[in-house]
């Protein structure tokens, strides 16, 4: 162990605890608490949104990606930025007509209370299954920095974490994402300079090696229109399709990120802070993509055998490389990382499971200071309700072969229905309740039969669910009478 570097990361797991708790001062009700009282700037909303969409997987899986191919994540990067202007375009006028809390809320005002209730449990069951992947990421982290994998070192980094979503609520998360997601970017620049450093011949020596093994290439332009073909997941058309549509469904429906939207102070700012965090994302995977080339040409360079789990390359480099103080420092951001995001989905799950299920059930109804501050209590214990939940799937998700893919995978099947159904929401008026339910469940099936009966990579899948939801409920329209 590292002592100096253990006194880093615990400085800092302490301070961020403290830092988020103290917004809890001011908070007065479901306002404040899941929407931060509307008065974030926007450009702390687009470094939260960041770091949201980011997350250990990021950190842990792209530099696993590139040292292992090359970088076609690019691809679907570039997916991310169109799927942004049409979300400004489509999506975001309907979220500031009227005070919504949630995405979901839409779906009410559009279709009905079945609606409203369907994808908000889609969102439920998705969200909770891979925001567990990511809290199984950690463990990847604390296994190396600790050399165990015992979860009482994952347990902990959930509690803080709980602590101060549970005091600080939407501000809160808002407010340390901005500070976690500005240490990891940080902390990442810090080890590519370490580790070029630890490369003789320094970037040219990187650049002849690298570029001789084809690491640089990005588009992979061809298509032909065979299974072989789309069972690819990084070519050009692919990444473009599932970036795209991926990003429409978790940033246009997906309450994690639709409440970040929904906390700025009016569209203008929303559109903007969508529309910027596309700048900081594409910078930030160039950089954990261009890390896990340094670390090809290093192990290659030394003769080194890679671990046989690839996600484990860069988290154990930082570890057993890099000076102390600084592995410390590094580590420390992967972890804010992953709190950034389990704080996020846990307020995103508690203000789902309250405004859309008890809340529009009169659970919360009535009206005065008295009902609002029950209402903060319910949250609040909904809070740490969902914490549980998060803390038992990770421990229980143990056997993928990359997170990072795992949980783009998970968060892609049923992303496509939801995307399908708030597309039918906003361009179409025939489709009413029913035709909405059918599509929903017409596009689950498709996407299930897709994922256990073809080999057709995850990057296709919101595509398919998307066109299959939409065709189905239109089709189902036309018998509505």
């Not at 891979?130 to 009482?152: Q, Y």
Request: charged share 10%; net charge positive.
């Amino acid at each position: 162990m590292h002592y100096p570097d253990l006194a880093v990361i615990l400085v800092y797991l302490l301070a961020i605890t403290w830092f988020g708790a103290r917004f809890r001062r001011g908070q007065k009700n479901l306002r404040d608490y899941f929407l931060a009282g509307r008065t974030a700037p926007w450009w702390a909303i687009s470094l939260s949104i960041v770091s949201a969409e980011t997350s250990t997987l990021t950190i842990v899986g792209t530099p696993a990606l590139a040292f292992t191919g090359n970088l076609g994540f690019l691809q679907i990067v570039l997916g991310y930025l169109v799927a942004r202007i049409v979300i400004s375009v489509l999506f975001l006028p309907q979220y500031f007509r009227g005070e919504l809390f949630t995405a979901y809320e839409l779906m009410r005002r559009r279709f009905g209370e079945r609606v409203r209730k369907l994808t908000a449990s889609i969102f439920l069951v998705t969200r909770a299954l891979a925001e567990g992947v990511r809290v199984f990421a950690i463990s990847l982290v604390i296994s190396i920095v600790l050399g165990t994998g015992e979860v009482a070192s994952i347990v902990l980094i959930v509690l803080l974490t709980l602590f101060y979503t549970f005091e600080g609520g939407m501000t809160a998360v808002i407010w340390t994402d901005v500070v976690q997601m500005s240490l990891y970017v940080a902390g990442a620049a810090v080890s590519f300079f370490v580790i070029l450093g630890h490369i003789p011949g320094g970037w040219a020596h990187v650049a002849a090696v690298a570029g001789a093994a084809h690491k640089f290439r990005i588009f992979d332009l061809h298509f032909a229109p065979t299974m072989a073909y789309f069972s690819q997941p990084y070519t050009f058309w692919a990444g473009l399709a599932g970036g795209c549509f991926l990003t429409m469904a978790s940033h246009g429906t997906d309450q994690l990120m639709v409440q970040r939207l929904l906390a700025a102070r009016d569209e203008r700012q929303s559109r903007l802070a969508l529309l910027a965090s596309w700048i900081v994302i594409f910078v930030q995977f160039t950089l954990f993509l261009l890390i896990g080339i340094l670390l090809y040409v290093y192990y290659a360079g030394h003769h080194l055998a890679p671990p046989q789990q690839a996600d484990r390359i860069y988290p154990e480099f930082v570890w057993n490389h890099l000076p102390v103080g600084v592995a410390g420092l590094i580590v420390a951001a992967i972890l804010a990382a992953a709190m950034a995001n389990i704080s996020a989905a846990i307020n995103a799950l508690s203000s789902t499971t309250l405004v859309d299920f008890l809340r529009a059930r009169g659970a919360a109804a009535e009206g005065g200071t008295a009902g609002e501050e029950r209402s903060l209590r319910w949250a609040r214990w909904w809070t740490v309700g969902w914490g549980a939940v998060l803390l038992a799937i990770g421990i229980g998700a143990r056997h993928s072969q990359s997170v990072l893919v795992a949980g783009l995978t998970i968060a892609s099947i049923p992303s496509g229905a939801l995307l399908g159904v708030f597309l039918l929401g906003v361009l179409t008026r025939r489709p009413r309740e029913t035709a909405a339910l059918v599509g929903v469940a017409v596009g689950m099936a498709v996407i299930l039969l897709v994922r256990w009966a073809t080999p057709i990579a995850w990057t296709w899948y919101v595509l398919i669910g998307t066109l299959a939801t939409f065709g189905a409920a239109m089709a189902a329209s036309l018998f509505e009478g």
